[in-house]
């Protein structure tokens, strides 16, 4: 960091994207601060991970580790879990705020990704870390030998499902929607596989249980049902971390809008990964525009 005590780069986040810039970052010798967060993302949230180059098979877990360990191979400041609240721009300096601290740099790469979506039924709050859980990989194995609910019906709820199956005893599979989405691959996993049941066209309408979980009730055909489960996960979709961006452009998902080159409409602020608008959310689609904000914050940073 300068004297004057501004980096020339700021990276706000620690999952593909945001560990990915940083490598390319340390690589190019750049005087910058990683906001990282929780290192890995939401790679660290998946269970089989089958379509990352490199990697016939890994684990979210194991990938995790992969980047974090290349993270580490390079020394520069990493502050983790301080959630950034707000970014501004004054003349040629861009100020982070955190919850904890404000910190300046010439350029910004916002990586900060997605968060999961919660049902907002009653019963949900109440049920946190009591039952309800967002995330299989992490939350899995306290649910071995207990019948569980997956609530969604995409790729997420898929993969959440199959974790599921090496682990609960029954796996029930609410999904709000005719038939089954996510890949083709996971669905036929799934559909024979002797402990789960799909329930297709249910809305939930309560999670039961008082102190914890107790069960799950869903609507189907106009029907109210109650299924006696222990575990409850909300796999229905992500919203991005983006609140904090107010003085950036983002469309009606309230994901910021880049080019090609990552830039966003303020000069010298770049974002990469799920946090923007690019069509597909994927572990190796992160890493990529991870890699390019950087090169493109580079060439900001040489011409200004």
Same mark, same amino acid.
């Given at each position: 960091m300068n004297t004057d005590g501004v980096y020339e780069l700021i990276i706000?986040?620690?999952?593909?994207?945001?560990?990915?810039? +940083?490598?390319?970052?340390?690589?190019?010798k750049i005087d910058f601060l990683l906001l990282a967060g929780d290192i890995g993302g939401q790679a660290a949230w998946s269970? =089989?991970?089958?379509?990352?180059?490199?990697?016939?098979?890994?684990?979210?877990?194991?990938?995790?580790?992969?980047?974090?360990?290349? @993270?580490?191979?390079y020394k520069f400041p990493i502050k983790e879990s301080e959630k950034v609240v707000d970014i501004s721009k004054q003349s040629n300096i861009i100020t982070v705020k955190t919850e904890k601290d404000e910190y300046r740099s010439k350029a910004l790469i916002i990586a900060s990704g997605k968060r999961s979506l919660e049902l907002n039924v009653p019963g949900e709050k109440e049920g946190k870390n009591r039952g309800v859980a967002y995330c299989a990989t992490c939350d899995g194995?306290?649910?071995?030998?207990?019948?569980?609910?997956?609530i969604g019906g995409g790729n997420?709820? @898929?993969?959440?499902?199959?974790?599921?199956?090496k682990i609960a005893r029954k796996i029930y599979i609410i999904n709000n929607t005719p038939a089954l989405g996510g890949d083709?691959?996971?669905?036929?996993? @799934?559909?024979?596989?002797?402990?789960?049941?799909?329930?297709?066209?249910?809305?939930?309408?309560?999670i039961s249980g008082e102190s914890v979980v107790s069960g799950i009730v869903i609507n189907e055909d106009g029907?109210?049902?109650?299924?006696?489960?222990?575990?409850?996960?909300?796999?229905?979709?992500?919203?991005?971390?983006?609140?904090?961006?107010?003085? @950036?452009?983002?469309?009606?998902?309230?994901?910021?809008?880049?080019?090609?080159?990552?830039?966003?409409?303020?000069?010298?602020?770049?974002? +990469?990964? =799920?946090?923007?608008?690019v069509p597909e959310k994927q572990i190796i689609i992160a890493a990529g525009d991870g890699a390019k904000a950087t090169l493109s914050a580079f060439k900001f940073l040489m011409r200004n």
């Open positions: 706000i986040g620690g999952g593909p994207a945001g560990v990915t810039a +940083s490598v390319y970052a340390a690589r190019k269970g =089989d991970i089958e379509n990352y180059t490199g990697y016939q098979f890994v684990t979210g877990s194991d990938l995790t580790l992969k980047f974090e360990e290349h @993270l580490r191979k194995p306290l649910f071995a030998g207990k019948d569980v609910a997956v997420s709820a @898929l993969d959440a499902a199959l974790q599921l199956t083709k691959i996971m669905r036929d996993k @799934l559909i024979k596989t002797a402990n789960v049941s799909i329930i297709n066209g249910a809305k939930v309408e309560k029907a109210s049902k109650e299924i006696p489960v222990q575990g409850i996960f909300v796999e229905i979709g992500l919203i991005p971390n983006s609140e904090f961006a107010n003085i @950036l452009e983002k469309n009606e998902l309230q994901e910021i809008i880049v080019n090609n080159s990552c830039e966003t409409n303020v000069p010298g602020v770049f974002a +990469s990964g =799920d946090v923007t608008d």
